[in-house]
C-alpha cells in the first residue's frame, strides 16, 4: 500500500520546538521531491519547506530560519524540524510526494 504518514504533531507553548516526521510506505522518498504543507483553519493550504531528490531545500519566508527540512534514505523519512514556534505556526502539517498526501497531524501553539 502506497501512502504518507506523517506524526510528531502536539501541543507546545510559544518558543518551544516540534520535529515532524513524514514516512513512506510502497514509495521511496530518495526519488521525489516532498513538501511540508500546513492548512490553519479558514485559511488556503500553504507550503512551509520542500526538499528535492537532490537535497535541495527551500522554505517559506514565514518560517526562514526557524524551520529545517531533511530527509533520512534509510528511514524513509522526511523530517520537518520546527523552532521557536509561534502562535500563527498552529495548522494541520501534511506532507506531500509524487500527488500523494499523508492525513496530516495537529500543531498548537499556545501557551
Known amino acids: 500500500q502506497v501512502q504518507l504518514m506523517e506524526s510528531g504533531g502536539g501541543l507546545v507553548e510559544p518558543g518551544g520546538s516540534l520535529r515532524l516526521s513524514c514516512t513512506a510506505s510502497g514509495v521511496s522518498l530518495r526519488d521525489y521531491a516532498v513538501g511540508w504543507f500546513r492548512q490553519a483553519p479558514g485559511k488556503e493550504r500553504e507550503v512551509v519547506a520542500t526538499?528535492?531528490?537532490?537535497?535541495?531545500?527551500n522554505y517559506a519566508d514565514s518560517v526562514k530560519g526557524r524551520f529545517t527540512i531533511s530527509r533520512d534514505v534509510a528511514k524513509n523519512t522526511v523530517y520537518l524540524q520546527m523552532n521557536s514556534l509561534l502562535p500563527e505556526d498552529t495548522a494541520v502539517y501534511y506532507c506531500?510526494?509524487?500527488?500523494?498526501w499523508g492525513r496530516g497531524t495537529q500543531v498548537t501553539v499556545s501557551s
Open positions: 506531500g510526494a509524487n500527488a500523494l
Open positions: 526538499i528535492t531528490s537532490g537535497g535541495s531545500t
